[in-house]
């Protein structure tokens, strides 16, 4: 399998669960991202690794939790999420080094918080 | 504060024709724009980029413009297809220690009409 591959492509959850949503990247990159996609909005930058390190939280409440336990792989943890909380949740990565570099993104995580 | 604006939310064009989609930024320290394209129930794919220092990006029917005194650039698909039928983002970049940082205009609905 290639590119950058999400699950699970649906997810439906009450606001007390708690759900982790999964990214796994094939490309050799080493910088990966969390964007959140909600109707009429643009994308929205949420965190952002390189080398496995934390360089970028977007002022995202603490109910997300991210983890990168390796540059290959990117959790997003959930809980207690409230119904605004529903978007599409999409998970990219790229190169860190070089100029010119463009995201890969996956085809995204639906979320329904009810 | 919205540093990448797309101020058409959709867009309809008659195949064969010209289609423009536009794009506005703010803030001159972006180093290169990008621009792709989104179908539904998949994530973004990468289209056409731009460095700061060019004005003009051709590949094959795909052409960006950018205009740095005004901060806008365009994307211009000629002729246009049914296939290109899709949401269009823009994207400006900045570094940041050691990834990417893009960030999103809402996006544009482009329809090609038969």
């Known amino acids: 399998e290639t590119g950058v591959t999400q699950t699970p492509r649906h997810l439906v959850m009450g606001m007390t669960n708690k759900k982790s949503l999964k990214c796994e990247q094939h490309l050799g990159h080493n910088a990966m991202y969390w964007y959140k996609q909600s109707a009429k909005k643009p994308l929205e930058l949420m965190f952002v690794?390189?080398?496995?390190?934390?360089?970028e939280n977007n002022s995202v409440p603490s109910r997300f939790s991210p983890e990168c336990p390796n540059s290959s792989h990117l959790f997003l943890h959930l809980h207690t999420l409230q119904p605004e909380d529903s978007a599409l949740y999409l998970c990219?990565?790229?190169?860190?080094?070089?100029?010119?570099?463009?995201?890969?993104f996956g085809s995204g995580t639906q979320l329904s918080v009810l | 504060d919205q540093q990448v604006k797309q101020n058409s939310p959709s867009l309809s064009v008659q195949e064969g024709r010209i289609s423009i989609l536009n794009c506005d930024y703010t803030n001159s320290m972006f180093d290169y724009f990008l621009w792709y394209k989104k179908y539904p129930a998949e994530g973004p794919t990468f289209l056409i980029s731009i460095s700061s220092i060019k004005d003009k990006n051709e590949d094959g029917r795909f052409t960006v413009f950018l205009n740095k005194s005004a901060k806008h650039l365009s994307l211009h698909i000629v002729p246009s297809q049914p296939g290109d039928s899709a949401v269009y983002f823009c994207a400006a970049h900045r570094g940041i220690q050691g990834a990417q940082k893009l960030v999103f205009g809402q996006g544009t609905r482009l329809t090609i009409n038969p």
């Open positions: 690794y390189s080398l496995e390190e934390r360089v």
């Open positions: 990219a990565s790229s190169q860190s080094t070089g100029t010119n570099e463009k995201l890969f």
